[in-house]
């Protein structure tokens, strides 16, 4: 990847060896083919292919013939899904892999979105073997991540664990994944809009740790996939090819950073609710970038509701409010996401108004963490469903 460089520069801003930390990045046209190479320099002999139904059709399989071909002990282990059809990252997920996952495996490779990667860096990190990941969408910046979000026992977690060692995202596969799965991608970019505000208001705030490189490199990341939305839009080898690279690098920034403040605020903190809530009933899950997508065309309307008050954000308001002045329109974001074919608003989502008010009283509890929704919460009495209003049918 061109910009490794950059991500090097970081690393040694950092006082990291960016030679130990970094994976190796080969985002091409098929990509998946110079994995015997790779796997043949590191003197791999046993693989696991970690992947679901889906991503067994869409990449596995063929990755299987490949390495096979090349001579590896191929060991594929194939999640089966819950009653609702979803392989989700949970209890019997995981312990699925550990016990169908040889023992004497050499490295995992993490086939699929992010679901998938969360649970094979989670045994990865138990089993002391590395993973590989191998996307099969442009769905998450999460790919590089070592935070893997767990459901345990029927609760969200992030559990610190193991960042894989290289990232194939082969454009040929990527480009066939499911157009919802394209635009979950877009939504989770755009999802930095506010985090990346609520970072910079957590370190005036509260004096939490800011790195003005670290956020520069995640803000140009998200501008890039603004910049090229009808590109993206159109799921075509250029647009794919911006949208990953925009998401590797951002995962890239959390990685280096070993915290998730960059791309994870507020917006994260309404979509996780509204996830638990999905559970709690037993309801099918939502892709994580279209919730945090329509997440933060909410928090974008709310933070500029609360702009200019002076009870919010006290002595820091004008600088607070400049930083939310250069926010888009929310609007402008639901186009953007409309023309990915993406969710605008809580109910193409499935999400009630009712659940919605009440993430916006209460999800700021989910994470000790300063943002924008936290400081809003503290300051106001009233409901703040009374405060926030939308032009769009929730």
């Not at 799965?181 to 970019?189: C, E, N, V």
């Not at 208001?201 to 740790?209: A, G, K, L, M, R």
Request: net charge negative.
């Amino acid at each position: 990847m061109n910009d490794l460089q950059e991500m090097k520069q970081l690393a040694f801003e950092l006082e990291e060896d960016p030679d130990k930390v970094l994976p190796y990045i080969n985002i091409d046209k098929g990509s998946i083919e110079a994995l015997p190479e790779y796997l043949n320099h590191r003197g791999f002999k046993h693989v696991a292919l970690i992947a679901d139904q889906h991503t067994w059709k869409a990449a596995g399989k063929k990755i299987a013939t490949i390495l096979e071909q090349g001579g590896y002990e191929v060991a594929p282990v194939q999640i089966t899904p819950n009653t609702n059809g979803q392989v989700l990252a949970d209890e019997p997920s995981i312990v699925q892999v550990l016990v169908e996952t040889p023992p004497r495996v050499d490295v995992l490779l993490a086939i699929g979105s992010g679901t998938i990667h969360d649970i094979t860096r989670f045994c990865s990190s138990k089993m002391g073997a590395p993973f590989i990941s191998v996307p099969t969408a442009a769905s998450v910046d999460g790919f590089t991540s070592k935070g893997a979000p767990l459901i345990l026992r029927g609760f969200k977690q992030t559990i610190q664990t193991v960042s894989p060692i290289a990232v194939f995202a082969d454009i040929d596969i990527l480009k066939e994944a499911p157009l919802e799965m394209t635009a979950a991608g877009f939504g989770d970019m755009i999802a930095k809009m506010t985090s990346l505000l609520d970072w910079k208001i957590s370190h005036w705030v509260n004096d939490e740790p800011y790195n003005e490189t670290a956020a520069n490199l995640t803000r140009r990341s998200l501008y890039n996939c603004v910049d090229h939305v009808n590109e993206i839009a159109k799921a075509d080898e250029e647009g794919i090819r911006i949208l990953i690279k925009a998401l590797i690098e951002s995962g890239l920034v959390m990685l280096l950073l070993d915290f998730s403040r960059p791309a994870s605020g507020g917006e994260h903190h309404l979509s996780h609710y509204w996830e638990m809530d999905l559970l709690k009933k037993g309801a099918p899950q939502v892709l994580h970038g279209a919730k945090v997508g329509v997440a933060t065309a909410i928090l974008i309307q709310l933070y500029q509701f609360y702009a200019e008050d002076e009870s919010v954000f006290g002595a820091h308001t004008p600088r607070i409010a400049e930083e939310i002045s250069r926010l888009p329109d929310y609007v402008d974001v639901l186009d953007w996401l409309q023309l990915t074919g993406g969710a605008q608003v809580p109910s193409d989502l499935g999400i009630d108004s009712a659940l919605v008010h009440e993430s916006l009283n209460k999800a700021f509890t989910i994470r000790d963490r300063c943002t924008g929704l936290y400081l809003i919460n503290q300051a106001k009495t009233e409901d703040l469903s009374i405060s926030w209003r939308s032009d769009h049918e929730l």
